[in-house]
């Protein structure tokens, strides 16, 4: 029940983010920074660059939807130009992240998918896999896919943190937030009357 909980907010948390930032695209560009050819950087350059932008993003309260795809464009720039370097593998991820949050779907799922086959030790492949599922459910609407990967992530990761999400996710797939809720409420009558009896 906690791990539904947990993904439900997830998702809340996902909407919310691309609601706030909706706005940004039509916001005036007076005061952004000054272009950054970022393919032409050294990977310390760029890192600092990256620095750079994750604060201007964490700094702002107003959701800024081109902020995080400044950020996004940088985290690209070091996955593409120094995949075997230290910081690539997280790059990558946080770039599915942004990508991901800012709908920018096949995206996402390409760097994820870049995550979980090019960087077998790094410590979030299992997390790249789930979140190919997730946005394959949720984004594109490819239920046969997401089931795939779930099912896959699963069958690999059994006793990982999000293995019972992944579950969640199958079974409830397709279904809407009324049906879910729906059967929260029936599971919790069921649950209650249990606890009576005992």
């Known amino acids: 029940m906690m791990k539904t909980i947990k993904l439900s907010i997830f998702t809340l948390l996902v909407s919310v983010f691309v609601a706030c930032g909706s706005k940004s695209e039509e916001q005036n560009t007076e005061g952004e920074s000054s272009y950054v050819a970022l393919e032409k950087l050294d990977v310390k350059t760029l890192d ?38 230290e910081k690539a593998a997280e790059y990558t991820f946080r770039a599915g992240e942004i990508a991901m949050n800012l709908n920018h779907t096949a995206q996402s799922l390409k760097l994820f998918e870049v995550v979980y086959e090019d960087y077998p030790k790094y410590e979030k492949r299992p997390y790249a896999l789930f979140m190919r599922a997730f946005v394959l459910e949720n984004q594109a609407g490819n239920f046969d896919e997401a089931k795939r990967f779930y099912e896959e992530f699963i069958a690999e990761y059994p006793n990982h943190p999000m293995a019972d999400d992944a579950a969640y996710s199958l079974k409830n797939m397709g279904k809407s937030p009324e049906e879910l809720i729906r059967e929260f409420e029936i599971q919790d009558s069921i649950n209650a009357a249990a606890s009576k009896a005992v």
């Not at 994750?54 to 939807?65: F, I, Q």
């Open 48 to 85: 600092e660059e990256i620095q750079k932008r994750s604060k201007a993003v964490e700094n702002d309260e107003t959701g800024d939807k081109r902020l995080a795809a400044e950020l996004l464009k940088a985290y690209v720039a070091y996955s593409e130009n120094f995949p075997n370097y």
